[in-house]
């Protein structure tokens, strides 16, 4: 979960690249079931805190970031809901 909030805040500036490299490239390529699956999969991990944000949140901030459950979980959110749908 940590790497995936990094790595949307490392590309947030390119997130549009990124969602058109998916419905261009990749999503084309994939079985439209293997896409829906997908896509359920963005919704349901990151649908609420779990127990797995909060471990995420808790990894960050026990090497000094500043990363609330919920604000790991809001960011998740936003950066893959601007690439997946």
Same mark, same amino acid.
Request: aromatic share 8%; charged share 25%.
């Given at each position: 979960?940590?790497?995936?909030?990094?790595? &949307? %805040?490392?590309?947030?500036?390119? &997130?549009s690249?990124?969602? *058109?490299?998916?419905?261009? @490239?990749?999503? +084309?390529? !994939?079985? +439209?079931?293997?896409v @829906?699956?997908?896509?359920?999969?963005?919704q349901?991990?990151? /649908? *609420?805190?779990?127990? &797995?944000?909060?471990?995420?949140?808790?990894?960050?901030? /026990?090497?000094?970031? /500043?990363?609330? +459950? %919920? /604000? !790991? !979980?809001?960011?998740? %959110?936003?950066? &893959?809901?601007?690439?997946?749908?």
């Amino acid at each position: 979960m940590l790497y995936v909030h990094d790595t &949307l %805040q490392t590309f947030a500036g390119h &997130l549009s690249e990124v969602r *058109e490299t998916w419905f261009t @490239k990749v999503a +084309p390529d !994939l079985r +439209p079931r293997r896409v @829906k699956e997908v896509n359920a999969r963005v919704q349901d991990r990151f /649908s *609420e805190v779990t127990d &797995l944000i909060r471990g995420a949140a808790h990894i960050a901030t /026990s090497i000094g970031r /500043s990363v609330s +459950p %919920q /604000s !790991l !979980l809001e960011a998740c %959110q936003l950066g &893959l809901e601007r690439i997946f749908l």
